[in-house]
């Protein structure tokens, strides 16, 4: 079955970077449209960005957009997400999935920022 296990959330201050991983198995990973997932405290999970599967094509949500960069190494089968001038409002527990979603999600990984 399709295993998704999201890494390297953490604490950062405003204005800081993460970058985010996410290694999938269990599925051909290298025809899946890929995107990257949060869910904020009390708030529906929302889409943040997604990659196409041969990872030309990449699109945002408009609050992240110039500020988030998406990618991903088929031969390693993980998606990433770099996320940079870190804000509040980007605090969230952050997953990955495929699209359409792949029916069991991972743990995620919390994002927490604050000074």
């Known amino acids: 079955q399709v295993q998704l296990v999201e890494s390297g959330g953490g604490l950062v201050q405003p204005g800081g970077s993460l970058r985010l991983s996410c290694a999938a198995s269990g599925v051909d990973f290298s025809i899946q449209v890929m995107a990257w997932y949060r869910q904020a405290p009390g708030k529906q999970r929302e889409l943040v960005a997604t990659i196409a599967s041969g990872g030309t094509t990449t699109s945002y949500i408009t609050s992240v957009k110039d500020r988030f960069t998406i990618s991903r190494d088929n031969a390693k089968s993980t998606v990433y997400l770099q996320m940079n001038s870190l804000r509040p409002e980007d605090t969230a527990v952050y997953y990955c999935?495929?699209?359409?979603?792949?029916?069991?999600w991972g743990q995620g990984t919390q994002v927490t920022v604050s000074s």
């Open positions: 999935n495929a699209r359409p979603n792949f029916a069991s």
